[in-house]
């Protein structure tokens, strides 16, 4: 079967996708950066990957005419824009426009439970697109989720950074709202087993784990799964503003992510009917079961995806390629290089340089200015990296984006999501035995350059420091 994949480079389409080829089908990998999609050579080999961004169909030809299913998991939930509802119905009305003209069978769409009679902004853009796409001539299934818990999902990570950091909350009163978590697992067996079933056809479906919970009893379980005893205390005046930047310092989620993540949680998702568990036979995992599993992913650096690799994690206002090209004129540099080393180990420190590792110098200074960053509503450290060894392009690694990770050319290239009175580059190369480090910084007016040169004396010892660290770090 020849399958559409829109999303794959997302954190539910980079599981989906493996499971996919494993069944046997033919996959099409819709992107709009293809630099971003984080896989293994032996899966890119498998795929085909066109390059379409859904708000601009000047490039809706790419589509293959013969496909046979889609799964839309296209989300425009931006961090830095609250526009996002606009996106999301011109892109579901431009794939709607695109696959009509396709043999597509059945579209799979996952969205959000939408019971509530009072839905948030997002759940909202969730349900109109399930509108739009009801609209269209093709047979859609819809599954509708809540919390999603996974190694690396974005409900994972938050409940993990507040029971890990905070042993004694004070928090608003949307934790007493009520939530059906379900197992990333689950998720990709309802993706899979709803794929041209009969029975699945022109409906919707709400899925979720076997338990109701609300937040308060889900922070409370995770304590107890991890061993741990933590104390929450309910406040009445709390307002959404303060809910936000409370789960923004505490969690690595940003100030305009967190700010529609509370309006949500303010919502019930409880599903209504367990009607799919019955037709695909399907038994959902426990809470607890979903906190373990995730856990033995981590524990064996198994993370497939996460939501912090996604560019709605940043700030990047544009696609990688606008930034690939280092300028050169207008510019201030700090240029190091080293010569006589070890190549090979100087690569292998490289690629775990960031997260747990650190930056192999005055790490107290980098964690510093992530602080003062998150403070004025910046991404901060609090992201980390996804894998301890491994880069790919498109990752998040603490307040950097990665541009560019080629072991091939010895090259790693970020880009600085801090917020900053200009636009910054660190760039690693290694040429036979001599690794050069470069620091670029484009200044925004006086404001910039003043900037940059305030940190100068520090400059000095961090970027010496850390370029020979990384060269004789084992």
């Given at each position: 079967?020849?399958?559409?994949?829109?999303?794959?480079?997302g954190?539910?389409?980079?599981?989906?996708?493996p499971?996919?080829?494993?069944?046997?089908?033919?996959?099409?990998?819709a992107?709009?950066?293809?630099?971003?999609?984080s896989?293994?050579?032996?899966?890119?080999?498998?795929?085909k990957?066109i390059?379409?961004?859904?708000?601009?169909?000047?490039?809706?030809?790419?589509?293959?005419?013969?496909?046979?299913?889609a799964?839309?998991?296209?989300?425009?939930?931006?961090?830095?824009s609250?526009?996002?509802?606009?996106?999301?119905?011109l892109?579901?009305?431009?794939?709607?426009s695109?696959?009509e003209?396709?043999?597509?069978?059945?579209?799979?769409?996952?969205?959000?439970?939408?019971?509530?009679?009072?839905?948030?902004?997002?759940?909202?853009?969730r349900?109109?697109?399930?509108?739009?796409?009801?609209?269209?001539?093709?047979?859609?299934?819809?599954?509708r989720?809540?919390?999603?818990?996974?190694?690396?999902?974005?409900?994972?990570e938050?409940?993990r950074?507040?029971?890990?950091?905070?042993?004694?909350?004070?928090?608003?009163?949307?934790?007493?709202?009520?939530?059906?978590?379900?197992?990333?697992?689950?998720?990709?067996?309802?993706?899979?087993?709803?794929?041209?079933?009969p029975?699945?056809?022109n409906?919707?479906?709400?899925?979720?784990?076997?338990?109701?919970?609300?937040?308060?009893?889900?922070?409370?379980?995770?304590?107890?799964?991890?061993?741990?005893k933590?104390?929450?205390?309910?406040?009445?005046v709390?307002t959404?503003?303060?809910?936000?930047?409370?789960?923004?310092?505490?969690t690595?989620?940003?100030?305009?992510?967190?700010?529609?993540?509370?309006?949500?949680?303010?919502?019930?998702?409880?599903?209504?009917?367990?009607r799919?568990?019955?037709?695909l036979?399907?038994?959902?995992?426990?809470?607890?079961?979903?906190?373990?599993?995730?856990?033995?992913?981590i524990?064996?650096?198994?993370?497939?995806s996460?939501?912090?690799?996604?560019?709605?994690?940043?700030r990047?206002?544009?696609?990688?390629?606008?930034?690939?090209?280092?300028?050169?004129?207008?510019?201030?540099?700090?240029?190091?290089?080293?010569?006589?080393?070890?190549?090979?180990?100087?690569?292998?420190?490289?690629?775990?340089?960031?997260g747990?590792?650190?930056?192999?110098?005055?790490?107290?200074?980098?964690?510093?200015?992530?602080?003062?960053?998150?403070?004025?509503?910046?991404?901060?450290?609090?992201?980390?990296?996804?894998h301890?060894?491994?880069?790919?392009t498109?990752?998040s690694?603490?307040?950097?984006?990665?541009?560019?990770?080629?072991?091939?050319?010895?090259?790693?290239?970020l880009?600085?999501?801090?917020?900053?009175?200009?636009?910054?580059?660190?760039?690693?190369?290694?040429?036979e035995?001599?690794?050069f480090?470069?620091a670029?910084?484009r200044?925004?007016?006086?404001?910039?350059?003043?900037?940059w040169?305030?940190?100068?004396?520090?400059?000095?010892?961090?970027?010496?420091g850390?370029?020979?660290?990384?060269?004789?770090?084992?």
């Amino acid at each position: 079967m020849k399958i559409l994949l829109t999303g794959a480079n997302g954190y539910i389409g980079m599981r989906l996708l493996p499971k996919l080829l494993d069944a046997g089908h033919e996959v099409i990998c819709a992107v709009r950066d293809p630099k971003r999609l984080s896989i293994t050579k032996d899966i890119l080999k498998r795929i085909k990957v066109i390059t379409i961004d859904f708000s601009d169909i000047s490039e809706a030809d790419k589509v293959p005419n013969d496909i046979d299913a889609a799964y839309y998991l296209l989300h425009s939930m931006s961090s830095d824009s609250g526009d996002f509802e606009k996106i999301e119905n011109l892109c579901a009305h431009n794939f709607c426009s695109i696959l009509e003209k396709t043999t597509i069978k059945q579209v799979i769409y996952l969205s959000g439970i939408v019971n509530d009679q009072n839905l948030s902004k997002h759940l909202r853009s969730r349900k109109n697109v399930e509108q739009i796409l009801k609209n269209a001539s093709f047979n859609l299934t819809v599954l509708r989720a809540g919390i999603i818990v996974g190694s690396g999902s974005a409900s994972f990570e938050i409940i993990r950074d507040l029971c890990e950091k905070i042993p004694f909350m004070i928090t608003p009163k949307w934790v007493r709202t009520k939530s059906q978590p379900i197992a990333i697992r689950n998720v990709i067996e309802f993706l899979t087993g709803v794929l041209m079933h009969p029975k699945c056809m022109n409906d919707s479906f709400d899925i979720g784990g076997s338990d109701i919970l609300t937040y308060k009893q889900m922070l409370h379980s995770y304590a107890r799964i991890r061993g741990f005893k933590n104390w929450i205390w309910i406040v009445p005046v709390m307002t959404p503003r303060l809910s936000s930047y409370w789960l923004h310092f505490v969690t690595s989620t940003s100030y305009p992510l967190a700010v529609q993540l509370v309006n949500s949680m303010k919502m019930e998702v409880v599903a209504k009917d367990n009607r799919l568990q019955t037709i695909l036979k399907i038994n959902p995992y426990s809470y607890k079961e979903a906190i373990q599993m995730a856990f033995k992913k981590i524990e064996q650096n198994l993370v497939v995806s996460s939501w912090k690799d996604s560019m709605v994690s940043g700030r990047l206002p544009k696609g990688l390629n606008q930034f690939i090209q280092v300028p050169k004129f207008g510019v201030l540099k700090d240029a190091q290089q080293l010569n006589s080393i070890d190549p090979e180990q100087t690569l292998e420190s490289l690629w775990k340089i960031g997260g747990d590792q650190g930056w192999y110098y005055a790490n107290w200074l980098w964690e510093l200015r992530g602080y003062l960053d998150q403070l004025i509503g910046g991404v901060g450290l609090q992201r980390g990296r996804t894998h301890p060894n491994k880069i790919f392009t498109g990752d998040s690694l603490d307040f950097w984006r990665v541009l560019l990770a080629d072991k091939k050319e010895k090259r790693l290239l970020l880009y600085a999501e801090m917020k900053l009175p200009g636009e910054a580059w660190l760039e690693f190369k290694i040429v036979e035995n001599t690794l050069f480090q470069t620091a670029t910084f484009r200044p925004r007016g006086l404001w910039g350059r003043l900037y940059w040169y305030s940190l100068v004396p520090f400059h000095f010892f961090i970027f010496n420091g850390m370029i020979n660290n990384i060269a004789k770090k084992r």
